[in-house]
């Protein structure tokens, strides 16, 4: 929940709002396949990169959950074990989170190449909401009734659009996530 408490001025919920938006939108290009495999490679190589080593270590608690050792105690995630493949899920999240962060903190330190991917990113979102306004699309409401109804993005579902996907499919039925993975 964003707000359980309902503590949030309006300005501190639309921010978070945003920022939700931004980490969800980078899933939703990975899995309409506008975001190539090698531009996600990028962004990922850049998160592990500039990403606090902390924040790192609370993704991976979060994504994974907390894991006790012997005597109960949380176990804690070493830097030996964030060098590990994390997996095509967690990779994801990792570039999710470092679009997030560089959209509202833009670094210095961010690669050309991810400074470029970035900028496709946000030319393709502003380009598409112009594209909605220009088809007509008044409210969200519109937008809704139309993909509940087939109108918008009809199409089959289940089927494999991009490398992340086969990843994940590889991880679960491989228990590997690339060919060249040992």
């Known amino acids: 929940a964003i707000n359980p408490d309902g503590t949030m001025s309006e300005p501190e919920l639309a921010t978070a709002l945003v920022n939700i938006m931004d980490h969800e939108t980078y899933h939703a290009l ?9 531009e996600h490679d990028i962004m990922f190589k ?3 990169k ?6 790192q270590k609370e993704l991976v608690k979060r994504y994974r959950g907390v ?4 005597k109960g105690k949380e176990k804690e995630i070493s830097n030996a074990d964030l060098k590990k493949e994390l997996g095509p899920d967690l990779e994801e999240e990792f570039a999710a989170e470092f679009l997030r962060i560089s959209i509202n903190n833009p670094s210095k330190l961010i690669s050309p190449k991810s ?3 970035i900028n496709k990113i946000i030319n393709f979102l502003t380009t598409l909401g112009q594209t909605i306004y220009d088809a007509g ?4 409401r ?4 139309d993909i509940e109804s087939g109108k ?3 199409r089959e579902r289940g089927q494999i659009r991009n490398f992340q996907q086969v990843r994940k499919r590889n991880l679960k039925k491989y228990g590997i996530a690339r060919p060249d993975a040992s």
């Open 115 to 117: 400074k470029t991917i």
């Open 152 to 154: 918008i993005g009809a």
């Open 30 to 38: 990975i899995q309409l396949g506008i975001i190539k495999q090698s």
């Open 67 to 70: 894991k006790l050792d012997a």
């Open 46 to 48: 850049d998160a592990k």
């Open 142 to 145: 519109t937008i809704i009734r």
């Open 137 to 140: 699309f008044t409210s969200s």
């Open 50 to 55: 500039l990403l606090p080593i902390d924040f």
